[in-house]
Protein backbone atom coordinates (compact mmCIF):
# COMPACT_ATOMS: atom_id res chain seq x y z
CA UNK A 1 0.00 0.00 0.00
CA UNK A 2 1.24 3.72 -0.91
CA UNK A 3 2.84 5.34 2.39
CA UNK A 4 0.61 8.23 2.07
CA UNK A 5 -2.30 5.87 2.47
CA UNK A 6 -0.58 4.44 5.52
CA UNK A 7 -0.46 6.94 7.77
CA UNK A 8 -4.14 8.29 7.87
CA UNK A 9 -5.35 4.37 7.47
CA UNK A 10 -3.43 4.03 11.01
CA UNK A 11 -5.13 6.60 12.49
CA UNK A 12 -8.48 5.30 11.12
CA UNK A 13 -7.71 1.86 12.49
CA UNK A 14 -6.91 3.97 15.95
CA UNK A 15 -10.54 5.38 16.18
CA UNK A 16 -11.65 1.88 14.91
CA UNK A 17 -9.89 0.21 17.78
CA UNK A 18 -11.09 3.04 20.31
CA UNK A 19 -14.78 2.66 18.95
CA UNK A 20 -15.01 -1.37 18.85
CA UNK A 21 -13.79 -1.28 23.02
CA UNK A 22 -16.46 0.89 23.67
CA UNK A 23 -19.14 -0.94 21.31
CA UNK A 24 -17.77 -4.19 23.71
CA UNK A 25 -18.19 -2.81 26.82
CA UNK A 26 -21.54 -1.58 25.91
CA UNK A 27 -22.63 -4.88 25.15
CA UNK A 28 -21.49 -6.60 28.02
CA UNK A 29 -23.77 -4.10 30.13
CA UNK A 30 -26.43 -5.11 28.16
CA UNK A 31 -26.05 -8.16 28.36
CA UNK A 32 -25.65 -8.01 32.22
CA UNK A 33 -29.45 -6.99 32.66
CA UNK A 34 -30.49 -10.64 33.24
CA UNK A 35 -27.92 -12.43 35.07
CA UNK A 36 -30.01 -14.90 36.36
CA UNK A 37 -30.89 -16.01 32.81
CA UNK A 38 -29.25 -18.51 31.40
CA UNK A 39 -29.26 -16.81 28.12
CA UNK A 40 -26.94 -14.72 29.27
CA UNK A 41 -24.27 -17.11 30.20
CA UNK A 42 -20.69 -16.13 28.25
CA UNK A 43 -19.23 -13.40 26.99
CA UNK A 44 -20.16 -10.90 23.69
CA UNK A 45 -17.82 -12.70 21.48
CA UNK A 46 -19.13 -16.57 22.84
CA UNK A 47 -22.56 -15.58 22.00
CA UNK A 48 -21.79 -13.96 18.66
CA UNK A 49 -19.30 -16.58 17.39
CA UNK A 50 -20.83 -19.66 19.48
CA UNK A 51 -24.46 -18.70 20.05
CA UNK A 52 -27.06 -20.69 22.61
CA UNK A 53 -29.79 -22.69 21.39
CA UNK A 54 -32.52 -19.61 21.38
CA UNK A 55 -30.55 -17.40 19.39
CA UNK A 56 -31.53 -16.80 15.66
CA UNK A 57 -29.20 -16.38 13.30
CA UNK A 58 -29.72 -16.68 9.50
CA UNK A 59 -27.37 -17.17 7.10
CA UNK A 60 -27.62 -16.50 3.57
CA UNK A 61 -25.24 -17.31 0.50
CA UNK A 62 -26.25 -15.69 -2.53
CA UNK A 63 -25.04 -14.88 -5.95
CA UNK A 64 -24.93 -11.79 -6.96
CA UNK A 65 -26.54 -10.42 -9.93
CA UNK A 66 -26.86 -6.58 -10.29
CA UNK A 67 -27.55 -3.99 -12.64
CA UNK A 68 -27.61 -0.19 -12.98
CA UNK A 69 -26.62 2.44 -15.52
CA UNK A 70 -23.46 2.83 -14.59
CA UNK A 71 -22.41 -0.82 -14.59
CA UNK A 72 -24.37 -2.71 -16.49
CA UNK A 73 -24.88 -6.31 -15.90
CA UNK A 74 -22.79 -7.15 -12.86
CA UNK A 75 -21.77 -11.02 -11.81
CA UNK A 76 -20.36 -12.72 -8.45
CA UNK A 77 -21.44 -14.13 -5.38
CA UNK A 78 -21.62 -13.02 -1.18
CA UNK A 79 -23.54 -13.40 1.89
CA UNK A 80 -25.97 -11.60 4.38
CA UNK A 81 -25.84 -13.01 8.15
CA UNK A 82 -28.01 -11.68 10.46
CA UNK A 83 -28.31 -12.50 14.05
CA UNK A 84 -30.28 -11.61 17.28
CA UNK A 85 -29.01 -12.47 20.60
CA UNK A 86 -31.96 -13.96 22.91
CA UNK A 87 -30.81 -11.44 25.68
CA UNK A 88 -32.41 -9.24 23.27
CA UNK A 89 -35.75 -7.15 24.22
CA UNK A 90 -38.74 -7.20 21.82
CA UNK A 91 -38.19 -4.32 19.26
CA UNK A 92 -34.36 -4.40 18.99
CA UNK A 93 -32.81 -4.72 15.50
CA UNK A 94 -31.33 -7.34 13.83
CA UNK A 95 -27.51 -7.27 13.33
CA UNK A 96 -25.68 -7.96 10.32
CA UNK A 97 -22.71 -8.83 8.56
CA UNK A 98 -22.46 -8.87 4.34
CA UNK A 99 -19.90 -8.88 2.09
CA UNK A 100 -20.04 -9.32 -1.50
CA UNK A 101 -17.53 -8.94 -4.60
CA UNK A 102 -18.64 -8.50 -8.09
CA UNK A 103 -17.29 -7.54 -11.48
CA UNK A 104 -19.62 -5.77 -14.37
CA UNK A 105 -19.66 -5.82 -17.74
CA UNK A 106 -18.26 -2.82 -18.05
CA UNK A 107 -15.02 -3.48 -16.58
CA UNK A 108 -15.62 -2.52 -12.82
CA UNK A 109 -14.45 -4.79 -9.58
CA UNK A 110 -16.26 -3.63 -6.57
CA UNK A 111 -15.76 -5.11 -3.40
CA UNK A 112 -17.81 -3.98 -0.08
CA UNK A 113 -18.20 -5.68 3.29
CA UNK A 114 -20.48 -4.44 6.05
CA UNK A 115 -20.85 -4.77 9.63
CA UNK A 116 -23.91 -3.30 11.60
CA UNK A 117 -24.14 -4.34 15.41
CA UNK A 118 -27.28 -3.22 17.61
CA UNK A 119 -27.28 -3.75 21.14
CA UNK A 120 -30.08 -4.28 23.76
CA UNK A 121 -33.11 -1.81 23.06
CA UNK A 122 -30.71 -0.03 20.21
CA UNK A 123 -29.10 2.01 22.88
CA UNK A 124 -25.68 1.61 20.85
CA UNK A 125 -24.97 1.24 16.73
CA UNK A 126 -21.73 0.87 15.26
CA UNK A 127 -21.22 0.09 11.54
CA UNK A 128 -18.46 0.01 9.36
CA UNK A 129 -17.78 -0.39 6.11
CA UNK A 130 -14.95 -0.91 3.85
CA UNK A 131 -14.45 -1.69 -0.24
CA UNK A 132 -12.40 -1.44 -3.03
CA UNK A 133 -13.35 -0.40 -6.67
CA UNK A 134 -11.83 -0.51 -9.85
CA UNK A 135 -14.19 1.91 -11.69
CA UNK A 136 -14.06 3.05 -15.41
CA UNK A 137 -17.04 5.57 -15.91
CA UNK A 138 -18.56 8.70 -17.17
CA UNK A 139 -17.87 12.20 -15.87
CA UNK A 140 -19.99 15.05 -17.30
CA UNK A 141 -18.55 18.11 -15.63
CA UNK A 142 -19.98 20.59 -12.75
CA UNK A 143 -22.95 22.09 -13.43
CA UNK A 144 -26.94 21.88 -13.42
CA UNK A 145 -27.06 22.15 -17.10
CA UNK A 146 -24.36 19.74 -18.76
CA UNK A 147 -24.87 18.27 -22.14
CA UNK A 148 -24.48 14.33 -22.82
CA UNK A 149 -22.08 14.83 -25.57
CA UNK A 150 -19.63 16.42 -23.35
CA UNK A 151 -18.87 13.07 -20.96
CA UNK A 152 -15.62 11.89 -20.87
CA UNK A 153 -14.40 8.20 -19.74
CA UNK A 154 -12.12 7.73 -17.57
CA UNK A 155 -10.98 4.78 -14.64
CA UNK A 156 -9.60 4.59 -11.08
CA UNK A 157 -9.10 2.62 -7.79
CA UNK A 158 -10.13 3.54 -4.84
CA UNK A 159 -10.26 1.89 -1.26
CA UNK A 160 -12.73 3.30 1.24
CA UNK A 161 -13.66 2.98 4.62
CA UNK A 162 -17.09 4.56 6.32
CA UNK A 163 -17.19 4.12 9.90
CA UNK A 164 -20.51 5.16 12.20
CA UNK A 165 -21.43 4.53 15.38
CA UNK A 166 -24.97 5.93 17.48
CA UNK A 167 -25.71 6.56 21.41
CA UNK A 168 -29.28 6.78 22.05
CA UNK A 169 -29.41 9.83 24.26
CA UNK A 170 -33.22 10.05 24.25
CA UNK A 171 -36.13 7.88 22.70
CA UNK A 172 -35.35 7.82 19.45
CA UNK A 173 -32.72 10.02 19.31
CA UNK A 174 -29.16 9.13 18.71
CA UNK A 175 -25.54 11.19 18.74
CA UNK A 176 -22.08 9.67 17.43
CA UNK A 177 -19.08 10.04 15.82
CA UNK A 178 -18.53 9.27 11.91
CA UNK A 179 -15.26 8.79 10.27
CA UNK A 180 -14.67 8.97 6.63
CA UNK A 181 -11.80 7.73 4.66
CA UNK A 182 -10.79 7.64 1.13
CA UNK A 183 -7.86 6.86 -1.13
CA UNK A 184 -8.52 7.27 -4.81
CA UNK A 185 -5.38 6.18 -7.05
CA UNK A 186 -4.27 5.13 -10.50
CA UNK A 187 -6.97 8.00 -12.44
CA UNK A 188 -6.61 7.62 -15.91
CA UNK A 189 -8.03 10.45 -18.63
CA UNK A 190 -7.77 10.47 -22.14
CA UNK A 191 -4.58 12.34 -23.24
CA UNK A 192 -6.29 15.70 -24.29
CA UNK A 193 -8.89 15.32 -21.23
CA UNK A 194 -10.66 18.78 -20.83
CA UNK A 195 -11.21 17.78 -17.04
CA UNK A 196 -7.37 16.16 -16.27
CA UNK A 197 -5.84 19.75 -18.04
CA UNK A 198 -8.25 22.33 -16.34
CA UNK A 199 -7.27 24.07 -12.80
CA UNK A 200 -11.08 24.36 -12.00
CA UNK A 201 -11.31 20.62 -11.36
CA UNK A 202 -9.28 19.45 -8.31
CA UNK A 203 -7.90 16.04 -7.48
CA UNK A 204 -7.49 14.76 -11.25
CA UNK A 205 -4.43 13.18 -10.59
CA UNK A 206 -5.50 10.93 -7.49
CA UNK A 207 -6.05 12.18 -4.00
CA UNK A 208 -6.73 11.15 -0.29
CA UNK A 209 -9.50 12.08 1.92
CA UNK A 210 -9.63 11.73 6.27
CA UNK A 211 -12.69 13.22 7.49
CA UNK A 212 -14.73 13.29 11.06
CA UNK A 213 -17.42 14.73 12.38
CA UNK A 214 -20.48 14.55 14.58
CA UNK A 215 -24.07 12.98 13.33
CA UNK A 216 -27.11 13.41 15.13
CA UNK A 217 -29.82 11.09 14.27
CA UNK A 218 -33.91 10.63 15.02
CA UNK A 219 -35.36 7.03 14.19
CA UNK A 220 -38.47 5.53 14.92
CA UNK A 221 -38.41 3.19 11.84
CA UNK A 222 -39.76 -0.36 12.81
CA UNK A 223 -37.46 -1.75 10.53
CA UNK A 224 -34.42 -0.53 9.33
CA UNK A 225 -34.58 -1.86 6.09
CA UNK A 226 -38.24 -2.06 5.18
CA UNK A 227 -40.15 0.27 7.42
CA UNK A 228 -43.85 0.08 7.37
CA UNK A 229 -44.03 2.85 9.88
CA UNK A 230 -42.08 5.75 11.49
CA UNK A 231 -39.13 8.34 10.86
CA UNK A 232 -35.43 8.51 9.71
CA UNK A 233 -34.08 12.24 10.39
CA UNK A 234 -29.97 12.01 9.96
CA UNK A 235 -27.53 15.45 10.16
CA UNK A 236 -24.10 15.22 9.60
CA UNK A 237 -20.80 16.88 9.38
CA UNK A 238 -17.91 15.71 7.84
CA UNK A 239 -14.52 17.70 8.51
CA UNK A 240 -11.80 17.11 5.90
CA UNK A 241 -8.39 18.42 7.53
CA UNK A 242 -4.58 17.50 7.30
CA UNK A 243 -4.69 16.67 10.74
CA UNK A 244 -6.40 13.94 9.58
CA UNK A 245 -4.22 13.27 6.60
CA UNK A 246 -6.43 14.02 4.15
CA UNK A 247 -4.37 16.06 1.05
CA UNK A 248 -7.85 18.40 1.05
CA UNK A 249 -9.35 20.72 3.31
CA UNK A 250 -13.09 21.04 3.08
CA UNK A 251 -16.47 20.58 5.25
CA UNK A 252 -19.56 18.31 3.71
CA UNK A 253 -23.00 18.60 5.48
CA UNK A 254 -25.61 15.83 5.19
CA UNK A 255 -28.96 15.97 5.64
CA UNK A 256 -31.58 13.16 5.78
CA UNK A 257 -35.07 12.31 6.06
CA UNK A 258 -37.34 9.96 5.54
CA UNK A 259 -40.76 9.04 7.06
CA UNK A 260 -42.92 6.05 6.39
CA UNK A 261 -47.15 6.91 6.74
CA UNK A 262 -49.31 3.24 7.35
CA UNK A 263 -51.80 4.07 4.63
CA UNK A 264 -53.31 0.50 5.52
CA UNK A 265 -52.07 -1.70 8.42
CA UNK A 266 -54.26 -4.74 7.71
CA UNK A 267 -52.77 -4.46 3.63
CA UNK A 268 -49.46 -3.26 4.55
CA UNK A 269 -50.15 -0.16 2.39
CA UNK A 270 -47.36 2.48 2.66
CA UNK A 271 -46.33 5.96 1.58
CA UNK A 272 -42.44 6.93 2.04
CA UNK A 273 -41.08 10.28 1.58
CA UNK A 274 -37.26 11.02 1.49
CA UNK A 275 -35.75 14.65 1.16
CA UNK A 276 -32.35 14.78 0.71
CA UNK A 277 -29.57 17.08 0.67
CA UNK A 278 -25.67 17.21 0.49
CA UNK A 279 -23.44 20.30 0.96
CA UNK A 280 -19.51 20.91 0.55
CA UNK A 281 -17.99 24.29 0.94
CA UNK A 282 -14.03 24.15 0.64
CA UNK A 283 -11.48 22.16 -1.95
CA UNK A 284 -13.67 19.65 -2.73
CA UNK A 285 -12.42 16.97 -5.06
CA UNK A 286 -13.62 16.34 -8.83
CA UNK A 287 -15.43 13.33 -7.86
CA UNK A 288 -16.42 14.32 -4.24
CA UNK A 289 -18.76 16.98 -5.62
CA UNK A 290 -22.30 16.18 -4.27
CA UNK A 291 -23.84 13.70 -7.54
CA UNK A 292 -27.53 13.80 -8.99
CA UNK A 293 -28.62 10.16 -9.92
CA UNK A 294 -27.84 6.69 -8.66
CA UNK A 295 -29.70 3.71 -7.26
CA UNK A 296 -31.23 5.65 -4.12
CA UNK A 297 -32.39 8.52 -5.14
CA UNK A 298 -33.27 10.15 -8.69
CA UNK A 299 -33.27 6.52 -10.26
CA UNK A 300 -32.84 6.81 -13.86
CA UNK A 301 -30.17 9.67 -14.07
CA UNK A 302 -26.73 8.13 -14.29
CA UNK A 303 -25.04 8.65 -10.86
CA UNK A 304 -22.95 12.20 -10.99
CA UNK A 305 -24.48 12.87 -14.14
CA UNK A 306 -25.26 16.57 -12.91
CA UNK A 307 -23.11 17.56 -10.28
CA UNK A 308 -21.96 20.33 -7.94
CA UNK A 309 -21.12 22.03 -4.31
CA UNK A 310 -24.68 22.09 -3.35
CA UNK A 311 -27.51 19.10 -4.16
CA UNK A 312 -31.36 19.09 -2.75
CA UNK A 313 -33.73 16.47 -4.15
CA UNK A 314 -37.21 14.80 -2.59
CA UNK A 315 -38.72 11.78 -3.54
CA UNK A 316 -41.99 9.98 -2.98
CA UNK A 317 -43.13 6.01 -3.06
CA UNK A 318 -46.04 4.18 -2.76
CA UNK A 319 -45.41 0.85 -1.61
CA UNK A 320 -47.85 -1.75 -1.59
CA UNK A 321 -47.82 -5.68 -1.23
CA UNK A 322 -49.35 -7.62 -4.46
CA UNK A 323 -48.93 -11.54 -3.70
CA UNK A 324 -47.01 -13.82 -0.97
CA UNK A 325 -43.29 -12.57 -0.96
CA UNK A 326 -44.11 -9.98 -4.28
CA UNK A 327 -44.75 -6.17 -4.03
CA UNK A 328 -44.78 -2.92 -5.97
CA UNK A 329 -43.27 0.19 -5.73
CA UNK A 330 -44.20 3.37 -8.06
CA UNK A 331 -42.59 6.90 -6.98
CA UNK A 332 -41.81 10.35 -8.32
CA UNK A 333 -39.42 12.70 -7.40
CA UNK A 334 -36.79 16.03 -8.11
CA UNK A 335 -33.16 16.87 -7.58
CA UNK A 336 -31.23 19.74 -8.46
CA UNK A 337 -27.48 20.58 -8.18
CA UNK A 338 -25.84 24.48 -7.49
CA UNK A 339 -23.05 26.35 -6.78
CA UNK A 340 -24.67 28.18 -4.20
CA UNK A 341 -28.00 28.49 -2.33
CA UNK A 342 -29.58 31.36 -4.51
CA UNK A 343 -28.53 29.79 -7.50
CA UNK A 344 -31.44 27.52 -7.00
CA UNK A 345 -34.77 27.67 -8.63
CA UNK A 346 -37.98 25.74 -9.64
CA UNK A 347 -37.05 25.83 -13.12
CA UNK A 348 -34.10 23.98 -12.63
CA UNK A 349 -35.18 20.85 -11.07
CA UNK A 350 -35.31 17.97 -12.84
CA UNK A 351 -37.87 15.10 -12.41
CA UNK A 352 -37.78 11.45 -12.23
CA UNK A 353 -40.62 8.80 -12.08
CA UNK A 354 -40.51 5.29 -11.73
CA UNK A 355 -42.27 1.29 -11.16
CA UNK A 356 -40.19 -1.21 -9.22
CA UNK A 357 -40.65 -4.97 -8.06
CA UNK A 358 -39.67 -6.04 -4.43
CA UNK A 359 -38.91 -10.13 -3.50
CA UNK A 360 -38.73 -11.33 -0.24
CA UNK A 361 -35.80 -13.53 0.59
CA UNK A 362 -35.92 -13.27 4.47
CA UNK A 363 -39.18 -12.16 6.23
CA UNK A 364 -37.53 -11.61 9.55
CA UNK A 365 -35.87 -8.70 8.35
CA UNK A 366 -37.70 -7.92 5.65
CA UNK A 367 -34.99 -7.64 3.15
CA UNK A 368 -36.07 -7.88 -0.36
CA UNK A 369 -34.39 -7.98 -4.12
CA UNK A 370 -34.95 -4.93 -5.73
CA UNK A 371 -35.80 -4.41 -9.38
CA UNK A 372 -36.45 -0.61 -10.08
CA UNK A 373 -36.65 1.17 -13.12
CA UNK A 374 -36.62 4.96 -13.64
CA UNK A 375 -36.95 7.59 -15.86
CA UNK A 376 -35.35 11.23 -15.84
CA UNK A 377 -35.66 13.91 -18.83
CA UNK A 378 -34.19 12.09 -22.12
CA UNK A 379 -32.76 9.44 -19.89
CA UNK A 380 -33.79 6.11 -17.91
CA UNK A 381 -32.21 3.62 -15.58
CA UNK A 382 -32.90 0.10 -14.98
CA UNK A 383 -31.62 -1.36 -11.05
CA UNK A 384 -31.35 -4.77 -9.51
CA UNK A 385 -30.26 -4.59 -5.82
CA UNK A 386 -30.32 -5.60 -3.23
CA UNK A 387 -32.89 -3.87 -0.18
CA UNK A 388 -35.43 -0.96 -0.76
CA UNK A 389 -33.56 2.23 -2.06
CA UNK A 390 -34.65 4.32 1.50
Known amino acids: MHKEIIQPFGKFLLILMITFCATLISAQEDASIDKDSSATKGNFFQRMI ?7 FRFKLLPILTYSPETRLGLGAGFVFYWDYATAS ?25 LELYTNENRFFISGKIGYLKFPQYYYGVGNDLIEEEKESFSFNQLYVDLRNRVLI ?11 FNSNYNLIWKEDSRFAN ?47 GSEYKYNSYQLDLRHFIPINKKKKWVIAVNLYGLFAKGEVPFNRLPALGGSQIMRGYYS ?7 Y ?32 FHTSGFKANIG ?8 KKSRSTIRLDQG ?11 INEAF
Open 50 to 56: VPDSTQL
Open 90 to 114: PGTNSSLAQSFFYFTQNNQIDWTSI
Open 170 to 180: SHGIYVGLDYY
Open 198 to 244: DPFYVGTEGYLLSGIGPEITYDTRDFPFNPLRGSYISALMLVFSDAL
Open 304 to 310: GRFRDHN
Open 312 to 343: IAGQLEWRMPIWKIIALRTWVGAGQVAANFDQ
Open 355 to 362: VGIRVEFD
Open 375 to 385: FGESQSGFYLK
